[in-house]
């Protein structure tokens, strides 16, 4: 296959389509001209609804856009996805679940259910795809993080560990994989309407989690303060400004995209990034690898 360029079709896969991010992502990357396979768990039975429904828009709109089966916590099912859809140009590390409460109120079969499908799970489809890529010597994953991977709030701290280790896992992959001709780039968005907060998996300890009533106070605070947002016309709350900055990431030529993009509410951590980047790169020079940065 060609290398990737600003102005061909990519073949794009993207996890966790079933809404949000994913969903929007697969129907305007598709509207765009690529082609894109839309993965999604329960596709059979949870989300046979939400499948059926991208299906139908693919034919109506004669979309390249395809559908598939794809669990990212499942070894099995990550490779008999990848197998089927083939080799790839763009991976979208888009799925992701977020635990809210108390640190202590989380078992320890939470914290690694948590850990299973916001870091291994992106690590199972880069297993996945890489080989591909590498023959070719090119490609781009995009691995979805948050803000939440650049600072901590109270009664995120599961969820913050999670994000916290997409970012180390990811900068390193990135110096890994450029002299290879792969480009790894974080985005990481604010609050979105997305239902992030409706979807929050509780602590199964809740006689620890009544000891933090801070916490829960915080948390009720937090969340009203993001739906006021949401109501402001003016506040960069819109979805599509994810799914564009997907767009450009992808038309932007290798060598040229940074590591990190916030999208939308920053909570003023945009400085954290603008902070650290230029002690990142003094960093790469110290250690003789500023070329690693992205491939060339």
């Given at each position: 296959m060609p290398p990737m360029s600003s102005t061909t079709t990519q073949s794009v896969l993207i996890t966790g389509c079933s809404a949000g991010f994913g969903r929007d992502a697969a129907l305007q990357l598709a509207r765009s001209g690529h082609t894109v396979h839309a993965t999604m768990r329960g596709v059979h039975g949870k989300n046979a609804?939400?499948?059926?429904?991208?299906r139908q828009t693919a034919a109506a709109d004669s979309l390249a856009l395809h559908v598939h089966e794809l669990d990212v916590t499942s070894d099995a099912s990550v490779e008999t996805a990848v197998v089927a859809i083939g080799p790839v140009d763009v991976l979208i590390n888009n799925a992701g679940l977020g635990y809210g409460g108390p640190v202590e109120s989380f078992t320890a079969a939470q914290v690694t259910a948590q850990l299973d499908v916001n870091i291994v799970g992106p690590v199972r489809l880069v297993r996945a795809v890489l080989p591909a890529m590498r023959?070719?010597?090119?490609?781009?994953?995009?691995q979805i993080s948050s803000t939440a991977g650049r600072g901590a709030f109270p009664g995120?701290?599961?969820y913050h560990a999670s994000k916290w280790g997409l970012e180390g896992l990811s900068e390193a992959l990135r110096y890994e994989l450029a002299p290879l001709g792969i480009d790894v780039v974080l985005v990481e968005p604010g609050p979105f309407?997305?239902?992030?907060?409706?979807?929050l998996v509780a602590g199964d300890d809740t006689e620890?989690?009544?000891?933090?009533?801070?916490?829960?106070?915080f948390g009720e605070g937090?969340?009203?303060?993001?739906?006021?947002a949401f109501e402001n016309a003016d506040a960069p709350t819109d979805p599509k400004l994810?799914?564009?900055l997907f767009e450009k990431?992808?038309?932007?030529p290798k060598g040229q995209r940074p590591l990190r993009t916030i999208a939308g509410l920053d909570f003023g951590l945009q400085a954290i990034n603008d902070a650290v980047e230029p002690i990142r790169k003094q960093t790469l020079e110290s250690m003789h690898i500023a070329e690693w940065d992205g491939p060339r």
């Open positions: 609804e939400r499948a059926r429904e991208l023959e070719r010597g090119d490609g781009l994953i995009i995120f701290g599961v309407a997305t239902n992030f907060f409706d979807n620890r989690a009544a000891a933090y009533p801070h916490v829960a106070e937090f969340k009203s303060t993001v739906i006021e994810v799914v564009d990431l992808i038309a932007t």
